[in-house]
């Protein structure tokens, strides 16, 4: 007899193969479940990628488009009014559907009311703000002018992308509204080393600078806030469109084309910017010409 015949390893090999063949099943079993799953959380992980795609195109956009908040307060006019003793009259913030209300020339036309568009990366501005700062500060001081600055933001695309037309507009409308007085001072700084056109302009953080070097010592931290949220950009949009349809009120100017445009009891002033003895003569001509036209003729006495 022989061990481990043909006969006796059949029953053997057949388990063997059952056994392979359930492993086998197995297997395949497994990695379906396994391959099921990998499906599932790979499904998953592309929506909530999607998702997070989406929650952030949305968060870029809604940031990027400023809803219109309410203007600053002191600039009803679309401009500060600042009169004598360097005072910054004060109005209420105009709601961003309400339109703008001019300042009142003065009635008996004894003092002189200068306006200025002023765009502050715009060079021209610059040389004209350098010319005549000084005595327009003495005759505003004085009380023998009053002067309106209106920021607006022509060159917004000229400054390498970076918008500092608009930041410095809205920087001026947010110095306006926390710090009204201090409104001028900060204007006219802002022209000192006055970035070059198509020059990146001023960070944000440099014209922060620029409010701690004027002086302002007021709400500094608001001012600061209201700067680095663009608190302002979008009614300094709506100003500067305003400035650019027109009208201008109490002027023989339809709109602005350009700046600095410059109102001296609503006529315009197209003499030399850097002269500041032809713009004080045109002050006086302006003014003396309001003067007679605003002063009644006397009424001849009886007898007389």
């Not at 679309?78 to 009169?83: K, P, R």
């Not at 005549?132 to 309106?148: F, Y």
């Not at 001026?172 to 201090?182: F, G, H, I, K, T």
């Amino acid at each position: 007899m022989t061990i481990g015949g043909p006969s006796d390893s059949s029953p053997s090999r057949n388990r063997r193969r059952d056994a392979a063949r359930v492993k086998a099943k197995q297997l395949r079993v497994s990695q379906k479940k396994k391959d099921r799953r990998n499906k599932v959380f790979l499904q998953g992980g592309i929506g909530i990628a999607a998702i997070a795609i989406v929650v952030l195109v949305s968060v870029i956009i809604v940031n990027s488009i400023k809803p219109a908040g309410p203007g600053p307060k002191n600039m009803a006019s679309d401009g500060a009014l600042i009169g004598e003793g360097m005072i910054t009259v004060l109005t209420p913030a105009l709601q961003p559907d309400a339109k703008p209300r001019s300042s009142e020339p003065d009635p008996t036309g004894a003092v002189a009311n200068i306006r200025i568009y002023v765009d502050y990366l715009c060079p021209l501005c610059g040389d004209f703000e350098d010319a005549n700062t000084e005595q327009i500060a003495q005759w505003v001081d004085s009380g023998a002018a009053t002067v309106e600055i209106h920021p607006v933001a022509i060159l917004t695309s000229k400054s390498a992308g970076t918008k500092y037309s608009l930041r410095a507009a809205n920087a001026a409308a947010c110095v306006a509204n926390y710090s009204p007085d201090d409104f001028f001072d900060f204007s006219s700084a802002l022209f000192v080393d006055q970035p070059d056109e198509t020059s990146p302009g001023r960070s944000n953080n440099e014209i922060k600078a620029v409010v701690s070097d004027a002086g302002v010592s007021t709400a500094r931290s608001s001012i600061n806030s209201c700067i680095d949220d663009g608190t302002y950009e979008s009614w300094v949009k709506a100003a500067t469109d305003r400035a650019l349809d027109g009208p201008i009120p109490n002027s023989s100017v339809e709109s602005i084309t350009g700046t600095p445009t410059i109102l001296v009891n609503g006529k315009p002033y197209i003499g030399s910017l850097e002269d500041p003895k032809e713009f004080a003569s045109f002050v006086q001509q302006a003014l003396g010409e309001t003067y007679s036209t605003s002063t009644p003729t006397p009424t001849p006495t009886p007898g007389g």
